[in-house]
């Protein structure tokens, strides 16, 4: 291969076809999802619930996104990207979805373009590329908004990878800065990017050529040959400051999620229980790479019901597979660097340190099968290399494969459409999935279905009767339903479940306010906003509840609280207009009624008649 043989490829015609077909068949089969919804599934918790990010892009915002632990998460460009789609596009859906999508688009072109420079291999990283766009698997990274941080990531490790080339090819401070500003990047989108500095090790072997274990080797992209068998010590000494940034962004990680309390799910789970789940989570994955069909958004971990066999068959196959991986590694160079990507890129999410309820999930494919597709892309083209028309075969493959992947993800953004066409799917192949019937509820209550609301509630709670969520839903669609005593007992259950469970204290103080408990509401809605003091709702709750006991002074304070979390809040300069005018403090009144009129003019009109009784 000629040293400029990528580089002349890069310039082809065929590699401009190549990108336009990449480009069309993602719109084609993604287009679709312009039309989805936002899903009950932690979309209300970055986008539309969340008050920092729905304002779009504002100072307060920006320092909550790098100071906050908000999702037990620290991935502050992440919440940027939110908010900048707040910005732009408001709570419609639409742009939200066209965003990631964009981002997906930009990722397949990186992905490509990597590997012709890397490799001088057009066709099989084009296949590559194509399985990257259009595989199933990848969907629920693409359509489902709160997944953001998957596309924005994977686009800085693209970058990263491609500045890292840059700085092989010629190694200058600036270009090594590059690489270092890209990983930064990527690890405040994900942090599961902990791994992209092995992954450049990786790279080094195959296919750029420069570490050298046992014989002569090619560096594809200075076009020098190397014999050192030394050069490992070098390229280690040369990423430690990439090992340092994902220490230290792992340690973040760790913090944080520790203090969300995300990982207190590891205690029902012994650590023979984690290890035989992540053996076959490794091999499942697999499976749904060549299988891909009954995919969901949400796996229950089996817990302690897994079967020792299952772990210990899974666990000898991926044993074997590495064992055979290590012997060819010389000869088959990319078997080994798709392999140990494969496996190397899956450990922050395995489940060995659980984090979730689930046993696997969908999005953590979005890089690792980059590994595997390599694989299968040179691999393919190795074992028919004796082949009369070779070309031939390998082009009629690929027009089996991908047109079979197009009609399968184009099924599974369909399930996408909204929260309950993907929860009903969800349901249809899992079981014992008690976190989607709940959600599930939580949908139907948002549309008001709430006879099908109690329905999926009382399922998941006769799933796990100790998930508060279940017992807190239940009692939202009692309460919608007229039935307050049932939502009162209802939100005690999940109160004496999760005693800090803030939302489930502002409903219970609701109920009560409705049955004229004014009393106890107001205690509710105290204990509400000791549990979250930046509950908005609860607040304004509260406030209300004062205002209904007559007690206008404490409502004044309450109000001005509510305010000072959220200045636009319309009901919160309502109620603190509406608590002066019953406390005769017109003049104060009269300054939330001329703010009110650019929030909500028909509240402002409301409080005008109040303050001129």
């Known amino acids: 291969?000629?040293?400029?043989?990528?580089?002349?490829?890069?310039?082809?015609?065929?590699?401009?076809?190549?990108?336009?077909?990449?480009?069309?068949?993602?719109?084609?089969?993604?287009?679709?999802?312009?039309?989805?919804?936002?899903?009950?599934?932690?979309?209300?918790?970055?986008?539309?619930?969340?008050?920092?990010?729905?304002?779009?892009?504002?100072?307060?915002?920006?320092?909550?996104?790098?100071?906050?632990?908000?999702?037990?998460?620290?991935?502050?460009?992440?919440?940027?990207?939110?908010?900048?789609?707040?910005?732009?596009?408001?709570?419609?859906?639409?742009?939200?979805?066209?965003?990631?999508?964009?981002?997906?688009?930009?990722?397949?072109?990186?992905?490509?373009?990597?590997?012709?420079?890397?490799?001088?291999?057009?066709?099989?990283?084009?296949?590559?590329?194509?399985?990257?766009?259009?595989h199933p698997l990848h969907v629920e990274s693409v359509a489902w908004v709160s997944e953001r941080k998957d596309v924005l990531s994977t686009f800085f490790m693209m970058l990263t990878v491609w500045a890292y080339i840059l700085y092989v090819k010629k190694r200058e401070v600036k270009r090594y800065l590059l690489v270092v500003l890209f990983l930064v990047f990527g690890l405040m989108s994900k942090p599961m990017l902990v791994t992209l500095p092995f992954v450049l090790l990786m790279l080094d072997f195959w296919p750029l050529g420069r570490l050298c274990l046992t014989h002569d080797v090619r560096n594809v992209i200075t076009g020098q040959h190397t014999n050192e068998r030394t050069g490992i010590f070098r390229l280690v000494l040369e990423k430690v400051p990439f090992f340092a940034l994902a220490v230290g962004s792992s340690i973040v990680t760790f913090i944080v999620q520790e203090r969300g309390g995300a990982m207190k799910l590891i205690n029902p789970y012994s650590l023979q229980t984690r290890i035989i789940n992540a053996f076959v989570a490794y091999t499942e994955y697999i499976v749904n790479m060549i299988w891909?069909?009954?995919?969901?958004?949400?796996?229950?971990?089996?817990?302690?019901?897994?079967?020792?066999?299952?772990?210990?068959?899974?666990?000898?196959?991926?044993?074997?597979?590495?064992?055979?991986?290590?012997?060819?590694?010389?000869?088959?160079?990319?078997?080994?660097?798709?392999?140990?990507?494969?496996?190397?890129?899956?450990?922050?999410?395995?489940?060995?340190?659980?984090?979730?309820?689930?046993?696997?999930?969908?999005?953590?494919?979005?890089?690792?099968?980059?590994?595997?597709?390599?694989?299968?892309?040179?691999?393919?083209?190795d074992l028919l290399s004796k082949w009369l028309h070779r070309k031939i075969w390998l082009g009629t493959l690929a027009a089996i494969i991908l047109p079979v992947l197009i009609v399968l993800t184009w099924k599974q953004v369909q399930y996408w459409e909204n929260s309950i066409t993907l929860f009903k799917h969800t349901l249809k192949h899992t079981s014992n999935n008690n976190i989607i019937q709940n959600n599930l509820g939580v949908a139907y209550n948002d549309s008001g279905q709430y006879k099908e609301a109690i329905k999926v509630c009382k399922k998941s709670i006769r799933i796990n009767p100790g998930y508060?969520?279940?017992?807190?839903?239940?009692?939202?669609?009692?309460?919608?339903?007229?039935?307050?005593?049932?939502?009162?007992?209802?939100?005690?259950?999940?109160?004496?479940?999760?005693?800090?469970?803030?939302?489930?204290?502002?409903?219970?103080?609701?109920?009560?306010?409705?049955?004229?408990?004014?009393?106890?509401a107001i205690e509710e809605f105290k204990q509400a906003i000791?549990?979250?003091?930046?509950?908005?709702?609860?607040?304004?709750?509260l406030g209300y509840a004062y205002l209904s006991s007559r007690m206008p002074k404490e409502a004044i304070d309450v109000y001005k609280q509510a305010r000072r979390i959220d200045p636009d809040s319309a009901k919160a300069c309502f109620g603190l207009g509406y608590a002066y005018a019953l406390s005769n403090e017109k003049d104060s009144a009269i300054e939330q009624y001329k703010i009110l009129k650019n929030l909500d003019l028909e509240l402002a009109n409301r409080l005008f008649k109040v303050i001129n009784k």
């Open 468 to 520: 508060a969520k279940a017992h807190f839903n239940l009692g939202v669609a009692y309460g919608e339903s007229g039935m307050y005593k049932e939502a009162i007992e209802a939100c005690k259950k999940a109160i004496s479940l999760d005693p800090d469970y803030a939302t489930a204290h502002s409903n219970l103080g609701v109920a009560y306010g409705v049955l004229g408990m004014y009393k106890e």
């Open 1 to 134: 291969m000629k040293n400029n043989n990528a580089a002349d490829m890069l310039k082809s015609s065929h590699y401009y076809i190549i990108c336009l077909f990449l480009v069309v068949a993602t719109f084609a089969v993604y287009w679709q999802v312009l039309d989805n919804d936002f899903v009950h599934y932690d979309d209300g918790v970055y986008v539309t619930e969340n008050i920092h990010v729905n304002k779009g892009v504002t100072f307060d915002g920006l320092t909550w996104a790098f100071t906050s632990s908000h999702s037990s998460n620290w991935h502050p460009l992440a919440w940027i990207s939110h908010m900048i789609d707040c910005q732009l596009y408001g709570l419609s859906p639409r742009g939200h979805h066209l965003t990631s999508l964009l981002f997906h688009v930009a990722n397949t072109l990186l992905l490509l373009l990597i590997l012709v420079r890397m490799t001088g291999s057009l066709w099989q990283s084009s296949f590559v590329a194509a399985l990257f766009a259009l």
């Open 292 to 381: 891909p069909v009954e995919l969901a958004v949400l796996y229950p971990h089996p817990g302690n019901c897994l079967p020792l066999w299952k772990g210990v068959v899974a666990g000898l196959a991926l044993v074997l597979i590495t064992i055979l991986v290590i012997r060819k590694a010389q000869k088959i160079p990319y078997l080994a660097v798709g392999w140990f990507w494969y496996v190397v890129t899956l450990i922050p999410v395995i489940g060995i340190v659980q984090v979730g309820s689930q046993a696997k999930a969908d999005r953590y494919t979005y890089i690792t099968l980059i590994g595997l597709f390599v694989i299968i892309a040179w691999g393919a083209n």
């Open 530 to 541: 000791e549990a979250d003091p930046d509950d908005l709702l609860a607040h304004n709750n």
